[in-house]
């Protein structure tokens, strides 16, 4: 079992900045993905950007050059800066934790609301 508690998210205007953090606990497969999920009202969930153990990063096109997804492996912990924030960024920000020992499993965190607006 992974547990994972998110925090950072709020009410900012536009062109504003928020960083997100998701701390996981419990059983941590040494390879696994820490990813950043989001949903809009009215809207399916997609994916913002993606972590894996190896090092490597993925971003969505529609925040490519305005979020930064990092890790620190030692903390269990994922974070996504968010700069130039506009207001279709308006969403509940998930953490998602994959495992992949001894097979693939998805963690969901709870969801923190980020709001951008003037």
């Known amino acids: 079992q992974v547990q994972l508690v998110e925090s950072g998210g709020g009410l900012v205007q536009p062109g504003g900045s928020l960083r997100l953090s998701c701390a996981a606990s419990?059983?941590?497969?040494?390879?696994?993905?820490m990813n950043w999920y989001r949903q809009a009202p009215g809207k399916q969930r997609e994916s913002v950007a993606r972590?894996?153990?190896?090092?490597?990063?993925y971003y969505a096109d529609s925040v490519k050059g305005r979020f930064t997804i990092s890790r620190d492996n030692a903390k269990n912990t994922v974070y996504l800066q968010m700069n130039n924030l506009k207001p279709e960024d308006t969403a509940v920000y998930y953490c998602?934790?994959?495992?992949?020992?001894?097979?693939?499993?998805?963690?969901w965190g709870q969801g923190t609301q980020v709001t951008i607006s003037s």
């Open positions: 998602n934790f994959v495992s992949y020992w001894p097979y693939r499993y998805d963690y």
């Open positions: 972590s894996t153990s190896g090092g490597s990063t």
């Open positions: 419990g059983s941590i497969a040494s390879r696994n993905d």
